[in-house]
């Protein structure tokens, strides 16, 4: 697939240019003019730069690129490193970021609700990209807890009232901690995020909401890997996911 016509489906279905984020989404960085062959993760980190490299792929696809707002943008040090290794093997960067967490169906949150089995019903927060919705079941907040837990493969941070009855939970993946007053005013019982504030306890302890803090790379590795999927199954493009594990 060509390069620009990659770039323009991607763009296209998952509606990048309506957001308003803190990075540029899309093509961040031009390699060569065709696309067989992606590796996916989560990051766009010299760890998976160098994995595209012995792979020899064509594109890295990632859901955190490069170029944020407030970051030094001098190409100095690693970030030279980084530059100069995807330049000298001619590798396209493709980033997506709050477009990859709001998808219905590709995105962050969605494939978290699937992973989760959890029935998505609505939206909130900037942009939409928070989900609100309900347990398959009625539960607790530390049952809810346990079985995050279970299906991301680490132990979530579970803050508040571990017995109150969960119907109704808000999530959004990655950094959303500052989404929990948004999520208890649409109505949630449990908040979940990857992050966690210092003050996020005192609140989730007084409005007696609980938050679970499930990881910030583990709410996130989802999205890119159904996008890449998606690609291999409409484009018949080679998509491989390389999951680098970040405690974070």
């Known amino acids: 697939m060509l390069r620009e016509d990659l770039r323009a489906y991607l763009d296209g279905l998952l509606e990048a240019p309506r957001f308003r984020d803190y990075c540029p989404n899309g093509l961040q960085v031009e390699g060569r003019t065709e696309t067989k062959r992606i590796l996916c993760g989560t990051t766009a980190s010299q760890a998976l730069i160098d994995a595209a490299i012995e792979r020899n792929a064509d594109a890295i696809l990632v859901h955190h690129g490069w170029f944020w707002k407030g970051e030094d943008g001098r190409i100095t040090g ?3 490193q980084r530059m100069a290794a995807l330049l000298r093997h001619d590798i396209n960067l493709f980033a997506y970021h709050l477009p990859l967490d709001a998808h219905p169906v590709l995105g962050n949150n969605a494939q978290l609700a699937a992973k989760f089995g959890w029935i998505v019903s609505g939206n909130f927060g900037e942009q939409g990209i928070g989900f609100i919705g309900a347990p398959a079941a009625r539960t607790t907040a530390v049952q809810l807890a346990q079985e995050v837990g279970a299906a991301l493969g680490r ?38 995020s990857g992050e966690v504030s210092e003050q996020t306890y005192h609140l989730a302890v007084e409005t007696g909401v609980p938050y679970i803090a499930a990881g910030h790379h583990a709410t996130e590795r989802y999205g890119v890997q159904a996008l890449g999927r998606h690609l291999a199954e409409t484009h018949g493009i080679e998509c491989e996911y390389l999951d680098l594990d970040n405690p974070v």
């Open 78 to 80: 690693f970030r030279k």
């Open 155 to 192: 132990a979530p941070l579970l803050l508040g009232d571990g017995n109150r009855e969960v119907k109704r939970v808000a999530w959004c993946s990655g950094g959303a901690q500052g989404y929990f007053e948004q999520a208890i005013a649409a109505g949630a019982d449990i908040f979940l």
